[in-house]
């Protein structure tokens, strides 16, 4: 099945860096990947998605770059703001036949300081 | 919440009892899925379903089971035989293929 690796596990910025967020699957055929923000004790969100038919998406201060042919996906925030401290999922969705769903990396947790 | 909803948001288990977690939604959406989350872990799948009756297990489906009766509801169950259920669990529905999930708020079950 799909694996998905995600680092780095910890992230520490000051406010108005950037921050990357990098992620390795394993399987070609994923053709969708979209990364979540979760704050603590709250459910996963959706902040932006990307599909293998596109290089680049951005909204905003958030970007998204995808390289098929290694297989490496990243999530790209510009001028962190505090209010962007969570933990950062990314994801990768796979489709065969009547199965598709999402395997999830082991969350990047973010902290942006003053 | 978001058109889909879990409860209880808290739930308490003694050794050796089943318990049932709620998940409805109202986004007319076909597929559904449980995820597990522990601290400092991703989510790992439980059982999802792509459409009604029909269900399929996940990376981690032993001592959990599910039915999909209604398109709106995808009930689990941790079984006496799930030996470390305390964990966050998350429902999650998707409108297809092309599209990424909406979550509930989540289900956090500690054993007593």
């Known amino acids: 099945g799909e694996n998905v690796e995600q680092h780095p596990s910890t992230l520490s910025v000051q406010e108005g860096d950037s921050a990357v967020i990098k992620c390795t699957y394993s399987d070609s055929a994923s053709n969708y990947f979209p990364w979540y923000k979760q704050e603590l004790g709250k459910r996963p969100q959706l902040i932006i998605d990307i599909r293998s038919n596109v290089g680049e998406k951005k909204d905003q201060r958030i970007a998204v770059t995808l390289n098929k042919t290694a297989k490496h996906f990243s999530l790209h925030i510009t001028e962190t703001q505090p209010e962007d401290s969570a933990v950062y999922f990314c994801a990768a969705r796979i489709n065969t036949g009547t199965a598709s769903k999402l395997t999830f990396g082991t969350g990047t947790r973010l902290q942006v300081t003053l | 919440d978001g058109g889909i909803t879990q409860s209880p948001k808290y739930l308490f288990r003694k050794e050796g009892q089943n318990v049932t977690l709620s998940c409805e939604q109202n986004l007319n959406h076909d597929a559904m899925y449980w995820y597990r989350q522990d601290p400092g872990q991703g989510l790992r799948l439980i059982y999802y379903?792509?459409?009604?009756?029909?269900?399929q297990k996940g990376d981690i489906a032993e001592g959990y089971s599910v039915s999909r009766e209604k398109k709106e509801s995808f009930p689990l169950t941790v079984t006496s035989a799930q030996k470390n259920p305390t964990a966050f669990y998350l429902c999650?529905?998707?409108?297809?293929?092309?599209?990424?999930?909406?979550f509930g708020s989540g289900t956090r079950l500690t054993v007593v």
């Open positions: 379903s792509q459409i009604v009756n029909d269900f």
């Open positions: 999650a529905s998707s409108r297809d293929s092309l599209y990424g999930y909406t």
